[in-house]
């Protein structure tokens, strides 16, 4: 078993969540634009869903953060 020390740079993540929901607004947008246009929407649609899941991701990091329950932590990796 191996231990990993995670921490956590706050002034990170909000730049990433901007970016990560900005890449989500633009993705929803060219689903809406091939819809229209009568194209598969398959790859999109799955990027779309990564993207959501990590902006959710970001936010709650960001909200624990905030609430100070977010400290470095250690973590115990899984062989």
Do not use: H, N
Not at 1 to 27: G, K
């Amino acid at each position: 078993m191996t231990v990993v020390t995670v921490q956590l740079d706050r002034a990170s993540l909000c730049p990433w969540y901007f970016a990560v929901s900005w890449a989500r607004i633009r993705v929803q947008q060219s689903v809406a634009y091939a819809q229209e246009c009568g194209w598969s929407t398959k790859y999109e649609e799955a990027q779309l869903e990564r993207l959501l899941e990590m902006e959710q991701f970001i936010k709650m990091t960001w909200d624990q953060a905030l609430d100070g329950d977010l400290l470095p932590q250690t973590v115990l990796e899984v062989k």
